[in-house]
């Protein structure tokens, strides 16, 4: 799992995800820090990226807040989507091509969203003294 946080002037900041598509490209995808409506999702990223200030997580955890799941076509903004023992976040790079990709290894990969459960908020962190030490929360107080 390869978590980033970008622009780090901005209060709670943007966060991403380094991924691979489908055809081996690699890329970033990038999440706001509001939801989106229900159309828009994280962006994928090929390319330069835009942003001056990046920082590394390598150990970073991704922490689904339970009493937010809710079923396909119901979410909007950049849920975390679950299936199985996989988890996922969806990038797109235009209004057309969306792909799935996963969490912990950061490719693209096919999803049946009949057999999805979704996160609407979730938290980014790590294990500091045995308590989880948060990074990055989706959708950041105060802006859902």
């Not at 079923?71 to 988890?87: D, E, F, R, T, Y």
């Not at 797109?92 to 999805?116: C, M, P, S, W």
Request: charged share 15%; net charge negative; proline share 6%.
């Amino acid at each position: 799992m390869h978590f980033i946080k970008l622009d780090i002037s901005i209060e709670g900041g943007s966060f991403g995800i380094f991924v691979e598509d489908g055809h081996g490209n690699q890329g970033i995808v990038t999440v706001p820090a509001t939801p989106a409506p229900q159309d828009q999702i994280a962006w994928h990223q090929q390319g330069g990226i835009s942003h001056r200030t990046l920082i590394h997580f390598p150990t970073a955890l991704l922490r689904p807040a339970l009493s937010s799941a809710a079923v396909p076509g119901s979410a909007a903004g950049v849920p975390l989507v679950c299936v199985g023992n996989k988890a996922f976040v969806a990038g797109q790079q235009d209004r057309h091509h969306r792909e799935y990709f996963n969490i912990d290894t950061g490719k693209a990969e096919k999803v049946a969203l009949d057999d999805a459960v979704l996160f609407t908020e979730w938290a980014v962190g790590h294990v500091v003294d045995g308590k989880f030490e948060e990074i990055y929360r989706y959708p950041l107080p105060g802006t859902s």
